[in-house]
């Protein structure tokens, strides 16, 4: 089968679930594995939503290159903004098309780009709505805004510190400290911040300059996106919370 735009068919069924999840467990040691994995996978979910060929594109928080090799093989026209030099450099010399910059407040004219898209960067950002706000403003009327992130109450809401972030970020950060004898990449409360599926749909549903057009969690098959009709159980099972918005 082949979607709107001619490609084949994406499917979120029980495989492609269980290749993310075996790319996941070896994100720590085989970072390349698992972030090419992520990338084609997300290049492939967003053309779902808009045919990315010749589109102008903006990442937010693109880090090392993963996701400018994927988009581009897709044929976007790709540009990222970043605001951690040392994941820009985390391949070498930072990917041509990358800018230095904030996502709360983004170097980029209003309405110039036709996707505006970010993967697992909210949680790094201490005011993340404003953030999306900002994402919805850069996107031109008609384009798409895609972004994801990882709930705080799920599994890996704690990312390195997991599962002990349960019991508090803070105690989460020292016990990691003290078992690994240096601190977590990502800091609670500097670097790492509690975000709520809840307090994502509630933006996507108010937000006066874009329309939703599917919420969903991320890794999940089809079958189990019902979950976040569930209001406590989708903070903790949801995983990652996908937002697709269509810039009115």
């Not at 800018?99 to 036709?114: I, Y």
């Not at 994502?200 to 999940?220: K, T």
Request: aromatic content about 12%.
């Amino acid at each position: 089968m082949t979607n709107a735009t001619g490609r084949a068919e994406w499917r979120a069924d029980l495989g492609r679930a269980v290749r993310l999840f075996r790319a996941f467990k070896v994100e720590q040691t085989d970072p390349d594995r698992f972030y090419e994995t992520l990338a084609g996978d997300s290049a492939e979910q967003l053309a779902q939503y808009v045919d990315v060929r010749g589109a102008l594109m903006l990442d937010i928080g693109g880090g090392p290159g993963y996701f400018a090799d994927a988009f581009r093989r897709a044929g976007a026209t790709y540009y990222a903004v970043d605001s951690d030099l040392g994941e820009l450099s985390g391949r070498g010399e930072p990917a041509p098309g990358t800018v230095l910059g904030s996502g709360m407040a983004l170097p980029v004219a209003d309405a110039a780009v036709d996707i505006c898209f970010s993967s697992n960067v909210l949680e790094h950002v201490p005011d993340p709505w404003l953030m999306a706000d900002e994402m919805v403003r850069v996107t031109r009327p008609g384009g798409t805004i895609f972004l994801s992130y990882t709930g705080w109450w799920g599994p890996h809401g704690g990312h390195e510190t997991s599962p002990w972030h349960y019991l508090g970020g803070h105690r989460a950060a020292g016990r990691y400290e003290r078992h690994q004898g240096h601190p977590p990449k990502n800091k609670f409360g500097e670097s790492l911040f509690p975000i709520t599926v809840a307090a994502g749909l509630r933006w996507a549903r108010s937000c006066p300059g874009a329309e939703l057009v599917a919420a969903l969690p991320r890794y999940h098959p089809w079958w189990a996106y019902g979950v976040l009709a569930l209001p406590v159980l989708r903070e903790v099972v949801a995983w990652n919370l996908v937002l697709v918005l269509r810039r009115r």
